[in-house]
C-alpha cells in the first residue's frame, strides 16, 4: 500500500470512529475542510449548470388528472424515462403534512444529542437501522461526501417500530406507506409506457424491496472544494426523492449538469439502474449528483424501490416484450444482490456499474 493510500485510510477511519459524521465536524467549527473531503482539482468547474434559461428542464408532470387524462400522463412519463432519467410530480396525492413530518423527523434524528445519535452508528449492513456518513467510506470514491445518512429496509420485511428512533419513527412509518401506494401508480404507468399490461413491473416483483435512506447535508466552510454526493446512478429499479428547497441536486444530462430545482411539495421520481437494464435501454438511469452549500443544511429522502443486499434468487433481464430481431437484448441476466453488491465495493466514484453486465 503507498503511503498516500495509508494517509487516507486512516484518517478516513478516524473521521468514522468519532460516529458524529459531517455534523461533527460543523458542531466543531472548522473552517477548512479534512483533506478527505478534497476532489481533484478542478472536478468542480462544471458546477454551474451550462444549460440557459430557455433550454428545456426536467419534465414536470402533474397527476391531478391522472384518472381521466390517463394516456397523455403516460405520453409524458414515455418521453421523460427515455430521455431524462428524472421526472418531477406535483399533485402526486401524497399529502403535505407527511412530506413535512419526514423532513422534521429526519432533522430531529441528525439534531439531536450526539451522544445518543451515536447509539445507532454502525457499519453492519444487517443491523434494521444503520446510521453513519458515507455508505462507501472505505470505497474508491474520489472524495468523502460532506453529508450524513441513516437507512432501513421498509419493506419486504416492516422493521419493528421499536428499533426505529423515536424521533422519526412515526413519520418513516407514513412516509412509507404513502410512497408505496405512490410507487403502485408509478410502476403502473411506466408498465403501459412501455406498451405492457399495467400490472407487468409489479408482477415483477419491482416493489418487493422499499430502501429508506435519509441525508442530511450540513453547510460546507469550502463546498468549491467537495461535494455532498459523488457522481452516480441509483441501485434501484425506481426511487423517489423528497428534497427540500435548498437545492444542489443536479442530473447529467447530454453532456450537461442540470439542476434539479426544488418545487413546493413536489416529489422527483427517478430510473434506476434496473430498470433501465430490464427495459433494455429504453427507459435510462442518469447520473446525478448533489453540490455542498455555505450556507444551509439541505435534507432529503431517497426511497428505493429495490431489495438491495437483501437475499433475493429472482433472476433478472431484459423483458422479453420488449426485445425483437432489431432489438436483441443488450444485457446479460442478473440479481440484485449480484448486483448490489458490487454497486456497493466499487462505491460513488463517478462510474456506471450497469456496463458491468453489458453483453
Ligand atoms: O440527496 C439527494 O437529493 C439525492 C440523493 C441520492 O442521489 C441518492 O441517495 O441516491
Ligand atoms: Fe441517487
Redesign the pocket.
Known amino acids: 500500500m503507498e503511503s498516500k493510500d495509508f494517509d487516507t485510510y486512516s484518517e478516513r477511519k478516524a473521521f468514522d470512529e468519532t460516529k458524529e459524521g459531517v455534523k461533527g465536524l460543523v458542531d466543531a467549527h472548522v473552517t477548512e475542510i479534512p483533506r478527505i473531503f478534497r476532489l481533484p482539482q478542478d472536478f468542480l468547474s462544471d458546477k454551474k449548470p451550462s444549460v440557459s434559461s430557455s433550454d428545456p428542464a426536467i419534465p414536470i408532470i402533474d397527476f391531478a388528472d391522472v384518472h381521466v387524462s390517463r394516456e397523455h400522463i403516460v405520453e409524458k412519463i414515455k418521453d421523460a424515462a427515455g430521455n431524462w432519467g428524472f421526472f418531477q410530480v406535483i399533485n402526486h396525492g401524497v399529502p403535505l403534512n407527511v412530506l413535512e413530518e419526514i423532513q422534521e423527523g429526519v432533522r430531529r434524528f441528525f439534531e439531536q444529542d450526539p451522544e445518543v445519535k451515536k447509539a445507532y452508528f454502525t457499519r453492519d449492513a444487517a443491523k434494521t437501522f444503520v446510521y453513519n456518513s458515507n455508505f462507501d467510506l472505505y470505497g474508491s470514491s474520489l472524495c468523502v461526501g460532506w453529508?450524513d445518512s441513516f437507512a432501513c429496509y421498509m419493506s419486504p420485511h416492516p422493521p419493528n417500530p421499536e428499533e426505529l428512533p423515536v424521533v422519526c419513527r412515526d413519520a418513516m412509518i407514513e412516509h412509507t406507506k404513502h410512497i408505496k401506494s405512490l410507487g403502485v401508480l408509478l410502476f403502473e404507468l411506466l408498465s403501459e409506457a412501455l406498451g405492457l399490461s399495467s400490472d407487468k413491473l409489479k408482477s415483477m416483483d419491482c416493489m418487493k424491496g422499499f430502501l429508506m435512506?435519509c441525508?442530511y447535508?450540513p453547510p460546507c466552510p469550502q463546498p468549491d472544494l467537495t461535494i455532498?454526493?459523488n457522481n452516480?446512478s441509483?441501485n434501484s429499479f425506481l426511487?423517489v426523492?423528497l428534497?427540500d428547497q435548498v437545492g444542489?441536486?443536479q442530473i447529467h444530462h447530454q453532456d450537461h449538469w442540470v439542476d434539479v430545482t426544488p418545487i413546493p411539495g413536489a416529489l422527483?421520481i427517478n430510473i434506476g439502474d434496473f430498470l433501465q437494464l430490464i427495459t433494455n435501454d429504453k427507459f435510462i438511469s442518469a447520473e446525478?449528483r448533489?453540490l455542498s452549500n455555505i450556507n444551509e443544511t439541505?435534507i432529503?429522502v431517497?426511497s428505493?424501490f429495490s431489495t438491495s443486499m437483501l437475499p433475493n434468487a429472482t433472476v433478472y433481464g431484459p423483458i422479453k416484450e420488449l426485445l425483437s430481431k432489431e432489438n436483441p437484448p443488450k444485457y446479460r441476466e442478473f440479481t440484485l444482490e449480484e448486483y448490489t453488491k458490487g454497486y456497493f465495493k466499487k462505491g460513488l466514484d463517478g462510474t456506471s456499474y450497469l456496463s458491468n453486465f453489458k453483453i
Open positions: 453529508r435512506i441525508h447535508y455532498g454526493t452516480h441509483d426511487t426523492l428534497q444542489g441536486l422527483v446525478h448533489v439541505r432529503s431517497a428505493f
